[in-house]
């Protein structure tokens, strides 16, 4: 089991930073990579970066390319999500997620290469 936190959300303006963090717990070891998620109000869950341990290897989605940072640091078990040039549409509840089976880049992109999810924090841009 892989228990995952999120903290680092809240309000900015438009153009403004944040990061998120997620702190993960239990058999972390096994994780072989980590991801973040997006979800607005009626929407989907979509994908917005992944990090592949093995390699460092990043990915992101067209619309934070340029914008967002997927970080790591193994030895405290976490994962970053720095968020620079905020918009409104940015505005989402953004879950981190673990995958304890391999992960490849055209893997990374679908929620259920992921086994275990935080329980989402909020992310508000306003306008």
């Known amino acids: 089991q892989v228990q995952l936190v999120e903290s680092g959300g809240g309000l900015v303006q438009t153009g403004g930073s944040l990061r998120l963090s997620c702190a993960a717990s239990g058999r972390t070891f096994s994780t072989y990579a980590m991801g973040w998620f997006r979800q607005a109000p009626g929407k989907e869950r979509d994908f917005v970066a992944a990090?592949?341990?093995?390699?460092?290897?990043?990915y992101y989605s067209d619309s934070v390319k340029g914008r967002f940072t997927i970080s790591g640091d193994n030895a405290v078990n976490t994962v970053y999500l720095q968020m620079d040039s905020l918009k409104p549409e940015d505005t989402a509840v953004y879950y981190c997620?673990?995958?304890?089976?391999?992960?490849?880049?055209?893997?990374?992109?679908?929620?259920?290469?992921?086994?275990?999810w935080g329980q989402g924090i909020q992310v508000t841009v306003s306008s």
């Open positions: 990090i592949i341990w093995s390699g460092e290897n990043r």
């Open positions: 997620a673990a995958a304890v089976r391999p992960v490849w880049r055209g893997t990374s992109y679908f929620s259920t290469t992921y086994d275990y």
